[in-house]
């Protein structure tokens, strides 16, 4: 396991902005002069809409009277009144006004559970610019970090279907000329503490639901009064069932709506999809599957299996599907176009919550509960074969995939062989979905692989909340299926998780289980890993002679297993609580094991010539310590790994702060600005303290 320089960055309490630092001279700060990127996040624009006046109007009271705090406006009322097409259409028109972006969170009110605030942060805080690794594990640490990135800031935010008002206090941004458009069914009343309006969005009058109906299909609505007042009326005055017929007769010109009614009639078999107990909208979308090709209608029913709902790529349908990509490319147009079932976002094929559920109800009448389950394994062995394929690639080193499964194949062939890195990072959030979908259906043997390929996005990008709720599952499926070495092996790496989320007991807990059950195994690489993990962790939480005791004992064990790599990543990580003498003769040692690798790692040489540096300036050596962290500094940079590099020139701040504080200004602000660029806000802000000290 590999560890770069590690700093407690956990921030409790209320603040506006929050600098976590040593001692604090004179400091300077100002957010505003973070280059943050400029989200924009709503949906497509919408042309036209001829429905909600009264709600568009609400809203231009709203913005006239915008200062300095956030305005929040809250459109209450049924599932299908039209809230969230409203409320996009009106911020979509205003987004001039709002010139730092525009974000937008579905928070579960359709899907089977809430979305937890914590998970929504994490989206907002890294489309603001901060590394994934750099957003704090707790709730009100994100929420605190979320106000100061906003703070001062003009923001569009839309919280869709939410749930309950606590889980829409925790996304309020930081004081700035920002507009929170919330769409809900009701049971917000304690946002009105925060000065909230509300704005009642009732079903459609008739007169304007046959405006909406006009929209879509022209005046040929006014040719059968008699059909179309029986229409609206079925559609209950919902803006969603209005739009789904409308959107059926627009792209059937011939169909008289007399004729659909005919067809909503039959469709009265599927019933589970409902808006306030009412069939009207599983019957519109009954009527728009039917005008689907049988193509486009199998890949509907199949999309309606899909894990997750951030979206299916084309080749994850192409597999499970058995299709050729081009024979399947102009299938989705037909159900992308005119927004009639599929939305394809970021180049992904998504059913919204409504719609996935209506999708599901089909395929399971339509093909039966066999084939349904056939298709659901099927994603989730596309999905474990593509993790294989891409651990393969980004971790040829780590054994633990080709020891504990020696039958994988990797798929020369999976598009995430081919780009793995990307894969993994597109498809992270699905990956946690089809651990659970593997779990439901029993697919354990899939689980374990999956969960020991996902440690690239922990290692890597520090996705340690990902790791720990597929572990749960992995560890428990590898006790079942009485895998005892998978389980060890699962064990010690969600201890490296919690360790990363500043879980310390519960980490030392698991990777003592971890330990345990390694030496019964007879693991002797798993015990040492196991026994490395509790060592950082006691460093990361100050136990220096702890993490001595515990990284020497990681030293002997490597050195016993005679494994090059580990030994000199042993040597690294046991110098880091050391003192300077003994410290740099183990990164010597490091550094020769590093170099005589069949494949040096040039990023741990960097960190090793890095950790000399550092030791070299613990000693009083300042001209090595120079010396060596130059060279640190031009491999970094070679490299490009900016966030070692800027480590390297907090550094040689250090080193020159006692002699020339000039020259340790300039690598502070050096460090500075390359933490910003990379978001790492928290870095940067102590290096600006360092420099005002100086």
Known sequence: ????????????????????SGSIGVMNLNMDRFALPIPAQLPRPIGTLVNQKHVLNALDDVLDRLNDKPAIVVLVGARGSGKSTAAVYWLQHHDERFPDGQLRADLGAWADHAT?????????ITSLGVKQADVPADLESRVNLFRSLTRGRSLQILLD??????????????????????????????????????????????????????AFAGDRVDVEP???????????????????????????????????????????????????????????????????????????????????????????????LKMPEPKLRPILRELVEGKRMVDKIDGRFRLDALVRDHARNIADDVDGSDVCELRKRAFVAWYVKGALAADAVLQPARPWVRGLF?????????????????????????????????????????????CVAQWWLYESEKCSDDLVATHVLGVQAAEH???LPVKALLLVQQGYAERTRSRFDEAARLLADGEVLAKAQGSAELVATAVEGAGLALFDRGDLDGARRLLNRNVELAERIGDARRTSLAYMHAAK???????????????????????????????????????FGEQGDLSEAKSYLDRALALMTEIGREFDRAQVLDALGDV???????????????????????????????SRQRASAG
């Open 226 to 320: 008699d059909a179309r007042a029986a229409l609206v009326e079925l559609c209950g005055g919902r803006a969603v069932a209005l739009s789904v017929v409308g959107r059926v007769l627009r792209e059937a010109p011939d169909l008289l709506i007399s004729e659909l009614l005919e067809e909503l009639e039959f469709s009265g078999g599927i019933t589970r999809v409902t808006v306030d107990g009412e069939p009207a909208i599983a019957a519109v979308l009954d009527a728009g599957y039917r005008r689907l090709s049988e193509s486009a209608q199998r890949v509907y029913r199949t999309l309606g299996l899909h894990p997750g709902g951030e979206g299916a790529s084309t080749a994850a349908l192409a597999a499970v």
């Open 406 to 450: 020696p039958d994988v194949v990797v798929d020369a062939e999976h598009p995430a062989h081919r780009q793995p890195r990307e894969w993994m990072l597109a498809e992270r959030g699905t990956l946690r979905s089809v651990a659970a979908l593997a779990d439901a259906l029993g697919e354990l043997e899939a689980l374990q692989r999956l």
């Open 1 to 20: 396991m590999e560890d770069g320089y590690n700093v407690d960055n956990r921030v409790k309490g209320s603040a506006a902005n929050v600098v976590q």
């Open 161 to 214: 279907d939410a749930v309950t008002a606590s889980q829409v206090k925790s996304l309020l941004p930081g004081l700035g000329r920002s507009m929170v458009v919330v769409t809900g069914q009701g049971g917000f009343g304690a946002l009105a503490e925060n000065d909230a309006t509300f704005i009642d969005v009732e079903p459609l009058e008739d007169e304007m639901a046959v405006e909406l109906l006009r």
């Open 656 to 686: 020159h702060a006692a002699t020339d504080p000039s020259a340790a200004r300039r690598y502070y602000a050096q460090a500075t600005q390359v933490y910003e660029k990379a978001g790492h806000l928290v870095a940067a802000a102590r």
């Open 116 to 124: 937890a605030p914590s998970e929504v942060l994490l989206g907002f």
């Open 481 to 483: 299926l009485g895998n």
């Open 577 to 615: 609580p050391a003192g300077p003498e003994e410290a740099l003769r183990l990164l010597a040692e490091a550094q020769t094991g590093f170099r005589a690798l069949g494949r040096p790692e040039q990023h741990n040489l960097g960190k090793v010539l890095l950790w000399q540096g550092r030791k």
